[in-house]
């Protein structure tokens, strides 16, 4: 679990698209981001005031989170000089870097003389059961997509902030790198050892009071073959109560598998249900959600419409038309 | 990679059963079991020559592996004293025990000072790739079940011996432990990190002869909620071109898991074979291969014969029947 508020390290890169992890921090945690901290030439700009370690620790920081993907894979030594000062200062460090945290000597030595945790977020830090298939109490939606990068995450983390919104008990639980360190904790699904996989999201989403929801964040698919394990995974240790399809209609053929093409929804839909219920049999499938940012407003606006004919499912893009749809659909379970 | 012959290390086995790996090597690589070494009071006897760890290392073997499980999980100081000796003597050590052989500190400074080598084979020794899906030559046979240990490895190893003595060429593909001893190779696929389960399949897997038939160790089942993940990595991993259905009819739960229903035969065809078609088009359903070792003979063929016409397929219990309907059904692809 990683200490909050953050201060946001964005380093020197080069322009926003380098800084997603603290878009996203901003984006869906605001209270979680205290302020911005950057290195001459930082092409980046959150809109956040910029702070100094010192300010920042006396608002309140917990941890300096690097929210920013590094160049070649390496730690600068301008980096370095942050990061150091840093934990000087009583800073954590939290990071989803390739290159760990834990590997950097300089950082580890520092880190122990002042006592302070260095996360790397790619690596788990719980030793995670065998999953036992027993029911949970309270409720569980999982997102499914018809091939990854479709908008799994974006849609879990609109469904938290609307049903919160509403009054609704909903808890978005992290499975990924860059969900871990918006919220500061969860399951970076695809490090753990396959034995595990299942046992890791039981653990990441217990039971609950019945009314609350966990907003389990997707990962893969189930046709994509090179990670639909870890998707089954997620499927079986989740015992979702309510699935959500998600889809990007514009994609050629499944992401980096040239030659393998998507499935339609109505094919995801007869797949992922039917495995679902081995685990859950009351699970059902509640709604769409479409990634239609390569669309026009009006021709997003038409095939959501057309999709809710076919599917008979409430179909939204979330990020566009909010996630309301896929809110009320819940409620009703 | 594991080298051959072996010297099979029995221990203090009270009996039989204990020795499940030591069984496996003499059973499917009798070229491969040289000898078995019995300290006082061993219950297990494999019907091997007993040798010392001289006369073994004189009649070639390479390897000691320990056959046996181990008593509460650790290494005594009886069993060290053979295994430092057998370091000594020239003798690589490999083991499927828990407790790593890489973490007793005495075994690995004798390993270093005498240059030999420690197999884990709990751990995986490669950096595998992640899947890329792309279609390979040769062919690919897969037995997937109704549950965990319904006889997946022993039909694929039963199915190599049958299709090499009809001059088919086939090779089993070790996915577990027991595998990777018996034939010295493979991937322990459950010890695998989540992202690279599908690749290592892959990688197990490669590029053949037309008409070569690789047979993959199943391993789990997409129905067994704690392990179904890795079920479907080695469903889109191997891309197989025919998939086996196994099955043990007298089960009353999924293993491990009261409560959860074994699924029918159909319903494991009806849903391995569109996921297998994923990653490949033209996978086939060619045959079944049931655990009858709880039915009496005639109640077994009865079964089998039930089967095969309720579905269509060739049906046998390869330990009680032989393997020859399910080469033979490869043999038509």
Redesign the interface.
């Known amino acids: 679990m990683i200490q909050t508020p953050y201060l946001l390290f964005l380093g020197d890169a080069p322009d926003m698209l380098a800084a997603k992890v603290a878009i996203g921090i901003r984006d869906w945690r605001p209270e979680n981001a205290l302020g911005q901290f950057r290195l001459p030439g930082c092409g980046a700009d959150l809109g956040l005031a910029d702070m100094t370690l010192a300010e920042a620790r006396e608002a309140g920081a917990k941890t300096l989170v690097i929210g920013v993907a590094n160049r070649g894979g390496v730690i600068s030594q301008e980096w370095k000089k942050v990061l150091v000062a840093a934990l000087e200062e009583g800073f954590d460090l939290a990071s989803g870097l390739h290159n760990l945290l834990r590997d950097e000597p300089d950082l580890v030595a520092v880190a122990e003389a002042t006592g302070r945790a260095l996360h790397d977020v790619r690596v788990p830090e719980v030793a995670y059961p ?4 027993v029911k949970r109490s309270g409720k569980r939606c999982l997102a499914v997509g018809t091939d990854c990068s479709v908008g799994k995450m974006y849609t879990a983390m609109a469904m938290e902030r609307e049903m919160q919104a509403r009054g609704m008990a909903a808890t978005f639980r992290a499975t990924g790198q860059t969900g871990i360190l918006i919220t500061g904790d969860g399951v970076p ?7 595990f ?3 890791s999201i039981e653990w990441l989403t217990p039971d609950n009071t019945a009314e609350h929801w966990d907003l389990i964040e997707g990962q893969g698919s ?2 994509h ?9 997620l499927i ?2 989740g ?1 979702p109560d309510a699935l959500i399809l998600c889809h990007e209609p514009t994609r050629a053929h ?1 992401r ?2 040239p ?2 093409p998507l499935p339609g929804l109505e094919r995801l839909r007869d ?1 992922a249900l ?2 679902a219920r ?2 859950n049999p009351d699970c059902r499938v509640v709604g769409i959600s479409v990634n239609t940012q390569a669309m026009a407003e009006q021709e997003a606006r038409d095939y959501l419409a057309g999709l809710e004919q076919r599917m008979a499912l409430p179909a939204t893009d979330p990020y566009r038309f909010g996630a309301g749809k896929l809110a009320e659909a819940l409620a009703t379970l």
């Open positions: 065998i999953a036992n298939g699904l695809d490090a753990v050892v396959a034995d996989m299942a046992g189930l046709f073959v090179s990670y639909s394990g870890v998707t089954l995974a079986h240790g015992q499944m980096g598998l030659g393998y797949t039917p495995l081995v685990a």
